[in-house]
């Protein structure tokens, strides 16, 4: 053995070194999207059905920021489960909003990628591939536990 031979330990701590060095890593604008790190916004929505209406605050996010790029918007709000109302959205939104979260609650306001509909929660769920959290419910979600189909305005709050 030479003295310029390196042991597989010395060897893989110096590839170690050099993988965290050269690997790039995620912008700050990046690891603001992650859905763990979002605040909300002062962008708010109204949810118009059944002659009741629901305000919701959007976060920091792509998907939501696309979602507001639609309204107004009348859609059919319809059951959907024992915990959600849903509403299919005219297109598919973006999911650079996407990515695992935690704090699953009721009242939370999400996007289902796949199906390409919002999703009303009204009581428990929990996170799934494709789900995206766009806002939460301001007050009462009261009016989501009425069952039933209905016409649905969505608006922006100036």
Not at 11 to 37: D, E, H, I, K, Y
């Amino acid at each position: 053995m030479t003295e310029n031979s390196f042991s597989p330990l010395r060897r893989a701590l110096l590839g170690a070194m050099f993988a965290s060095v050269a690997l790039p890593r995620p912008s700050f604008a990046q690891q603001r999207n992650v859905p763990t790190r979002q605040e909300p916004t002062d962008m708010r929505i109204r949810l118009t059905f059944n002659g009741k209406s629901m305000t919701a605050t959007l976060y920091d996010n792509p998907s939501a920021r696309d979602l507001v790029s639609l309204l107004p918007l009348d859609l059919t709000i319809d059951n959907y489960g024992k915990n959600e109302k849903i509403a299919y959205l005219p297109r598919k939104l973006t999911e650079e909003g996407s990515g695992p979260f935690g704090n699953e609650a009721a009242g939370d306001l999400c996007y289902f990628a796949p199906w390409g509909n919002l999703a009303l929660f009204y009581a428990g769920y929990r996170w799934s591939e494709g789900l995206i959290r766009l806002g939460r419910f301001q007050g009462s979600f009261e009016p989501l536990l009425v069952r039933g189909k209905f016409p649905l305005r969505i608006e922006r709050i100036p």
